[in-house]
């Protein structure tokens, strides 16, 4: 292996590869050593938020098959958009683990920033609609332990919003 090359240098460029046809609004799940990269893009930050849990979910299983039958609302906060980011798919794994859920259809239906210096926090309102997991209908694919911050980035490029991050499976 030549200096400066690595599974790092590797992932990096797979993840170059997955930017550069990446749609917006889209996801896609980039390579990573040993958990999961989603890097999600929308025209606005909540439009980004929701392909961002449409990205976990296509990890779950087959998003496709999941019916709305079921909604549930995640009302969350983070003293910046990196905290928002992993309380919004930390609460929506909650339901996954408590109740059994996935999800196909997520609506973010405001992210503000509430008020002022030290004491400023952002806000997040959203619903998210899916039906308990069924083996028989559903494909099993991979279960999610957690959110991490690992290799998160929240960036507003060329237009359009861009989160990213690791989930560990």
């Known amino acids: 292996m030549a200096a400066g090359e690595g599974p790092y240098e590797d992932i990096e460029k797979e993840l170059r590869k997955v930017l550069a046809e990446l749609p917006c609004p889209g996801f896609a799940h980039a390579p990573h050593t040993a958990d999961v990269l989603i890097v999600a ?3 606005s930050l909540e439009e980004a938020f929701e392909q961002a849990a449409l990205g976990v979910y296509e990890v779950v299983t087959d998003t496709s098959k999941v019916e709305p039958r079921v909604e549930r609302r995640v009302e969350t906060s983070g003293m910046d958009l990196y905290q ?3 309380r919004w798919i930390e609460d929506l794994l909650f ?3 408590s109740e059994g859920l996935v999800f196909s259809r997520f609506k973010v239906e405001e992210i503000k920033r509430v008020g002022e210096g030290d ?3 952002y806000q997040l309102r959203a619903r998210a609609w899916g039906e308990k997991f069924n083996p028989d209908k559903h ?10 911050y690992a290799m998160m ?3 507003k490029e060329n237009g359009c919003w861009r989160v990213q991050f690791v989930i560990d499976i």
């Open 41 to 43: 893009r929308g025209r």
């Open 84 to 86: 928002l980011l992993y």
């Open 95 to 97: 339901y996954t683990d």
């Open 119 to 121: 004491e400023a926090e």
């Open 139 to 148: 494909l099993h694919r991979t279960i999610v332990k957690a959110m991490t």
């Open 153 to 155: 980035e929240i960036v």
